[in-house]
């Protein structure tokens, strides 16, 4: 499993706690320093069974300076990947990348029903 996460994040922190706590092994990413490529992304997102707009960190500054808002709207989903993968602060976090499925998040009950 890879694990990918901004280490200053809360909620990363939260989850890198749970799966340690669970000893679930995992790959450590970071998510500044090695931010998804379009591939990846594009993968991961059909993997996860969700749309693009949920792998966007929402919350983010980056996001908001960005006004992804209303942008997001009126943007194919290639130009939405492209964009997530030109800054890892637009992705949120954590992720749990693993060969069938892709938790986007931390929700600890999704994460003990499918880790």
């Known amino acids: 499993m890879i694990f990918v996460e901004y280490p200053k994040c809360s909620t990363c922190k939260k989850a890198k706690g749970w799966l340690d706590e669970h000893q679930i092994t995992y790959e450590d990413r970071h998510i500044v320093e090695k931010n998804p490529t379009k591939e990846e992304l594009k993968i991961w997102i059909e ?17 908001k300076e960005l006004g992804l808002k209303d942008k997001l709207l009126s943007l194919t989903d290639d130009e939405k990947i492209a ?30 029903a499918l880790l």
């Open 47 to 63: 993997r996860s069974g969700l749309e693009i707009k949920r792998f966007f960190n929402t919350s983010g500054l980056k996001y």
């Open 83 to 112: 964009l997530l993968a030109s800054d890892g602060m637009l992705v949120k976090r954590p992720l749990a990348v693993t060969e069938n499925q892709v938790l986007v998040g931390f929700k600890e009950k999704e994460w003990e």
